[in-house]
T-cell receptor
Framework: GNSVTQMEGPVTLSEEAFLTINCTYT??????LFWYVQYPGEGLQLLLK?????DKGSNKGFEATYRKETTSFHLEKGSVQVSDSAVYFC????????????FGTGTRLTIIP | GAGVSQSPRYKVAKRGQDVALRCDPI?????LFWYQQALGQGPEFLTY????????KSGLPSDRFFAERPEGSVSTLKIQRTQQEDSAVYLC?????????FGPGTRLTVL
């Protein structure tokens, strides 16, 4: 079945540091890949997505590239801010069914000033 | 426009009680999904509707869980005879194509 493995947290970085959160997946076919973010006290929000191999999703300074050869979708940001503190979830959608999402366990990110 | 809304936001139930959780999707969204998120975990799929048709209920953990979407808009997730292991955040999401938009969730605590 489909699965997503993401870097375990928590991750603590200083402001302006470089961020990478690793995500790898197992799936049959060609799923779409997503990063969702959950800020404290809020619901899940779509951060970025990529629907086919070599696509790069980007938003709010975050980027992730769909790498079919390594089955990865690592999240990166060049300079993090305190406001980026949140829980980040990597997810894939089932291409053979109803597009239901399979999520990783989440990575809690804390940025200290 | 308005996003996905869910009610109640918090629900405390005694073990054995029935509960009903409501989801109002984004207007015009054909697809509706329910997920269960345990503490410290990612959401897990429960069930999927396309309009009023429930096309996939493979994630429902037991026959105590039941979902409906009778008019293809609002959906209700019902849990009968709640157990402590049902304590979780229940998330609803709707979509028009690939991207799912999530509601704030209902946090269910079973005592």
């Amino acid at each position: 079945g489909n699965s997503v493995t993401q870097m375990e947290g928590p991750v603590t970085l200083s402001e302006e540091a470089f961020l990478t959160i690793n995500c790898t997946y197992t799936a049959t076919g060609y799923p779409s890949l997503f990063w969702y973010v959950q800020y404290p006290g809020e619901g899940l929000q779509l951060l970025l997505k990529a629907t086919k191999a070599d696509d790069k999703g980007s938003n709010k300074g975050f980027e992730a590239t769909y790498r079919k050869e390594t089955t990865s979708f690592h999240l990166e940001k060049g300079s993090v801010q305190v406001s980026d503190s949140a829980v980040y979830f990597c997810a894939l959608s089932d291409p053979f069914g109803n597009e239901k999402l399979t999520f990783g366990t989440g990575t809690r990110l804390t940025i200290i000033p | 426009g308005a996003g996905v809304s869910q009610s109640p936001r918090y629900k405390v139930a005694k073990r054995g009680q029935d509960v009903a959780l409501r989801c109002d999707p984004i207007s015009g969204h054909v697809s509706l999904f329910w997920y269960q998120q345990a503490l410290g975990q990612g959401p897990e799929f429960l069930t999927y509707f396309q309009n009023e048709a429930q096309l996939d209920k493979s994630g429902l953990p037991s026959d105590r869980f039941f979902a409906e979407r009778p008019e293809g808009s609002v959906s209700t997730l019902k849990i009968q005879r709640t157990q402590q292991e049902d304590s979780a955040v229940y998330l609803c999401a709707s979509s028009l194509e690939v991207t799912q938009y999530f509601g704030p969730g209902t946090r269910l605590t079973v005592l």
